[in-house]
Nanobody, 128 residues
Framework: QVPLVESGGGTVQAGGSLTLSCTGS????????MGWFRQPPGKTREGVAC????????YYEESVKGRFTISKDNAKNRVSLQMNSVKPEDTAVYYC?????????????????????WGQGTQVTVSS
């Protein structure tokens, strides 16, 4: 059984908004830091945003800071990524992940972490 399942991907025009969701029923949701990563076409996977186990601490990579918002609902086993003012360079497969260090203290940023659990990914395409 896949531990994490993403939804909400699709095609959106530049400047528009999109919300991604990630759910799962087999993991101890309340205990896990979670986040979003993405892999643009022809590039390696990179970090986007993360949130700690309780939902009161977040971290964003510079490329999305001020445009994207991550949130976590432990009662519903759900983590969401609200994407506003999207740009063509946001085009990527977006992955939900769990169980890793999250915060300003992580050397190398979010891209350097190695999550223990992954979803299968959802495609986001931003048209110009």
């Amino acid at each position: 059984q896949v531990p994490l399942v993403e939804s909400g991907g699709g095609t959106v025009q530049a400047g528009g908004s999109l919300t991604l969701s990630c759910t799962g029923s087999t993991l101890p949701w309340n205990d896990l830091n979670m986040g979003w990563f993405r892999q643009p076409p022809g590039k390696t996977r990179e970090g986007v945003a993360c949130i700690n186990w309780s939902g009161d601490t977040t971290y964003y990579e510079e490329s999305v800071k001020g445009r994207f918002t991550i949130s976590k609902d432990n009662a519903k086993n759900r983590v969401s990524l609200q994407m506003n003012s999207v740009k063509p360079e946001d085009t990527a497969v977006y992955y939900c992940a769990a169980s890793f260090e999250c915060g300003d203290h992580v050397k190398g940023g979010l891209t350097a972490v190695n999550p223990g659990f992954w979803g299968q990914g959802t495609q986001v395409t931003v048209s110009s």
